[in-house]
C-alpha cells in the first residue's frame, strides 16, 4: 500500500516484469492486451479547400486576420492542413498550446 492507501499495483507489474527479465521468475503468458486509443489515434482528413496558387503582393490581401482555433469548430480543419501541408505531418499536442491560423476570403 501506498502511503495515500492506494494499491502499488503497477510498482508490483514493474518489479515482476524486472524479475523476470533477470530470469528469477517465469510469468503466465500475456492473456490479451488493452489497446491504448491514444496511441492509435486517427489521422485528420484531408482539408477540403482551395489550393489555386494566389500570385498577389501581401499589401493587396491586407488586412490579414488571425483566428484562435484551438477547441473551436475550425480545428478539424486546422489539423488536416498541418497534417497534409506541414512536413512534420500532425502529432497530438501536449500541454498548452496555441493554434491559430488565416484565410482569404473574396
Same mark, same amino acid.
Given at each position: 500500500m501506498q502511503?495515500?492507501? =492506494?494499491? +502499488?499495483? %503497477?510498482? +508490483?507489474? #514493474?518489479? %515482476?516484469? $524486472? *524479475? $523476470? @527479465? =533477470? #530470469?528469477? /521468475? !517465469?510469468?503466465?503468458? !500475456?492473456?490479451?492486451?488493452n489497446p491504448n486509443p491514444l496511441a492509435r489515434r486517427r489521422k485528420p482528413d484531408p482539408p477540403q479547400i482551395d489550393t489555386t496558387p494566389l500570385r498577389a503582393n501581401l499589401s493587396a /490581401?491586407?488586412? *490579414? $486576420?488571425?483566428?484562435? !482555433? @484551438? @477547441?473551436?469548430?475550425?480545428e478539424p480543419l486546422f489539423n488536416g492542413l498541418l497534417e497534409h501541408y506541414h512536413f512534420l505531418g500532425y502529432t497530438q499536442p501536449v500541454g498548452p498550446v496555441t493554434f491559430c491560423y488565416t484565410s482569404l476570403t473574396a
Amino acid at each position: 500500500m501506498q502511503s495515500n492507501g =492506494a494499491l +502499488c499495483e %503497477m510498482i +508490483c507489474r #514493474g518489479l %515482476m516484469l $524486472e *524479475l $523476470e @527479465r =533477470a #530470469g528469477h /521468475i !517465469v510469468l503466465p503468458p !500475456v492473456r490479451s492486451k488493452n489497446p491504448n486509443p491514444l496511441a492509435r489515434r486517427r489521422k485528420p482528413d484531408p482539408p477540403q479547400i482551395d489550393t489555386t496558387p494566389l500570385r498577389a503582393n501581401l499589401s493587396a /490581401i491586407r488586412p *490579414l $486576420e488571425f483566428r484562435l !482555433v @484551438r @477547441r473551436t469548430a475550425e480545428e478539424p480543419l486546422f489539423n488536416g492542413l498541418l497534417e497534409h501541408y506541414h512536413f512534420l505531418g500532425y502529432t497530438q499536442p501536449v500541454g498548452p498550446v496555441t493554434f491559430c491560423y488565416t484565410s482569404l476570403t473574396a
